[in-house]
């Protein structure tokens, strides 16, 4: 039996995940978006109301990352089918977390739970992806991906995503300072070409990371983490990065950089309570720059979006 | 009890493999070189001979891969050490199969063998590595790292080659036109700044075939393997080269693309058969230009360099 209406939330997630810079990223256990769906025959979809955190988001559905990724759904739907959504924010906008990923992925999982014949992963993914793009002004589905399966996700531009196995004792800490930065803003630095050598780096730090996790292979990750083709244009942009980063580093990540867009910054860490040792310190030099933060831990392999109600 | 003489032998590979210049490579089962070394205490490298395919090779050790890697390898030797060096090529130069680097690596392995404290495979590479720079004008471990090690290999700039493993039916064809395409000029193609999508793309491609090779997955495998970063800026370099390319892709190749820097051209298939059969077709493409060749077909897990006498 199908139900008309549905209620799904979404997690928020790191996206780049330093060595797959729109390619990789993971899901976070914290408080996500959540997005209640009511299924009708009017063909379109309208965003009825905006709770939560940030209030400033658009109503009209065309500009609004769930409503446009539900719009992307629709093509999949019986004709006719219509969609009245109801977003709550969990998920700080501008923060680097996949906040607009998340309304996306929470947006098509509670459509897709009220229809007869529900859609694919691939075309969920598919959806979410061209929703978020109303926000980020590009399409890449980083944080779609891990934020809709959970976990660390490769995030190709065709086809399904494809889960890494990360084990289990893998925890991420992720510091949010209390400032936004435009995912747009973010992007705009990293305009100038690279230099092929550049390119040899990160390539190998992507492969040192990706063995480390098939592998659970501690050793791997540290010698892979780290971002040397977009952290250094970004790093300006956020105020006491560099001290975060070390703070990160000197309570023994694997390594740290920042999450997705920024300004959040995250570490990988062999336990939960080195991440959490961290996340202390990480907020402290974010302090010492006169800029209060909060922080998540999480596992990595943390769970994706779910239907709630 | 160690010996003073030893000969060692070390395959061709394929550098790059699309995915990852520069930093991913893999071996060939098929004739390599063959280094010969006698141990005394002349604390010089002195080379005696030269035979085999090549004729042309430089004798003064220091300007000669093999010798500039056992000189390099004095370092972890005792004070005194020398070694002379007779090499054998079987692997055709220029050629993109790494034969430059089967020549270090051979010499390595050979004059380890005479150690009575032998090094680690780390020093191994690591010398190799230097004494593959006299050939290329720069230090890029991808076909060291699957000559000295086997199978298919992540070649970091620092720290061990880290070896990735592959599914027993994975195998390669590799086409060599009789031609010979010196590396310096393969690379001087690729000066040119780079746009950021470029990466992307060709992240999503490397972490999609490496997930493919930890998980024996074929599917992932031909999502992945494809080169849209360094091919398309040589390829003009082989004449021919689309239409070999599209051979093996018309014979069911996973992905096919340029062997290190070229001139010969590589493709993955599910089955040894798939790959006898491609080659056949690769090389017809090559005919139909109006240029000979020779094949190789391999088990992309194919074995290391070993010591023979």
């Given at each position: 039996m199908t139900r008309e209406r549905a209620t799904a939330t979404a997690p928020p997630s790191v996206g780049n995940v330093a060595v797959g810079f729109d390619v990789l990223g993971h899901a976070l256990d914290s408080c996500g978006d959540t997005v209640t769906v009511t299924r009708n025959t009017?063909?379109?979809?309208?965003?009825?109301?905006?709770?939560?955190?940030?209030?400033?988001?658009p109503l009209d559905a065309d500009a609004n990352t769930a409503g446009r990724a539900v719009i992307a759904l629709l093509e999949s739907c019986p004709r006719g089918t219509g969609f009245d959504v109801s977003i709550t924010k969990g998920i700080a906008l501008g923060s680097g977390m996949g906040?607009?990923?998340?309304?996306?992925?929470a947006a098509v999982v509670a459509a897709n739970a009220t229809l007869e014949t529900p859609c694919g992963i691939g075309t969920l993914y598919r959806a979410a992806v061209q929703g978020e793009s109303a926000a980020s002004g590009s399409a890449h589905g980083d944080n779609v991906a891990p934020s809709l399966l959970g976990g660390l996700v490769i995030a190709p531009r065709e086809g399904d995503p494809v889960a890494v196995p990360v084990p289990a004792w893998l925890h991420a800490a992720v510091v949010r300072p209390h400032f936004a930065l435009e995912t747009r803003a973010s992007r705009a630095v990293l305009g100038e070409p690279y230099p092929l050598h550049a390119f040899v780096e990160q390539s190998e730090a992507l492969a040192l990371t990706l063995a480390g996790c098939f592998t659970s292979d501690a050793r791997l990750m540290r010698r892979g983490l780290r971002d040397v083709l977009v952290e250094p244009r970004r790093a300006h942009l956020i105020p006491g990065f560099a001290k975060v980063k070390s703070a990160a580093l000197d309570c023994e990540a694997l390594g740290a950089s920042i999450s997705g867009g920024g300004p959040s910054v995250f570490g990988w860490f062999e336990s939960r309570a080195s991440a959490e040792r961290a996340a202390i310190a990480m907020r402290?030099?974010?302090?010492?720059?006169?800029?209060?933060s909060s922080a998540v831990v999480s596992a990595v392999a943390a769970p994706g979006a779910r239907v709630i109600a």
């Amino acid at each position: 039996m199908t139900r008309e209406r549905a209620t799904a939330t979404a997690p928020p997630s790191v996206g780049n995940v330093a060595v797959g810079f729109d390619v990789l990223g993971h899901a976070l256990d914290s408080c996500g978006d959540t997005v209640t769906v009511t299924r009708n025959t009017s063909g379109r979809v309208r965003i009825l109301e905006i709770s939560g955190l940030d209030l400033a988001l658009p109503l009209d559905a065309d500009a609004n990352t769930a409503g446009r990724a539900v719009i992307a759904l629709l093509e999949s739907c019986p004709r006719g089918t219509g969609f009245d959504v109801s977003i709550t924010k969990g998920i700080a906008l501008g923060s680097g977390m996949g906040g607009s990923a998340a309304s996306s992925v929470a947006a098509v999982v509670a459509a897709n739970a009220t229809l007869e014949t529900p859609c694919g992963i691939g075309t969920l993914y598919r959806a979410a992806v061209q929703g978020e793009s109303a926000a980020s002004g590009s399409a890449h589905g980083d944080n779609v991906a891990p934020s809709l399966l959970g976990g660390l996700v490769i995030a190709p531009r065709e086809g399904d995503p494809v889960a890494v196995p990360v084990p289990a004792w893998l925890h991420a800490a992720v510091v949010r300072p209390h400032f936004a930065l435009e995912t747009r803003a973010s992007r705009a630095v990293l305009g100038e070409p690279y230099p092929l050598h550049a390119f040899v780096e990160q390539s190998e730090a992507l492969a040192l990371t990706l063995a480390g996790c098939f592998t659970s292979d501690a050793r791997l990750m540290r010698r892979g983490l780290r971002d040397v083709l977009v952290e250094p244009r970004r790093a300006h942009l956020i105020p006491g990065f560099a001290k975060v980063k070390s703070a990160a580093l000197d309570c023994e990540a694997l390594g740290a950089s920042i999450s997705g867009g920024g300004p959040s910054v995250f570490g990988w860490f062999e336990s939960r309570a080195s991440a959490e040792r961290a996340a202390i310190a990480m907020r402290e030099a974010f302090r010492a720059s006169g800029i209060e933060s909060s922080a998540v831990v999480s596992a990595v392999a943390a769970p994706g979006a779910r239907v709630i109600a």
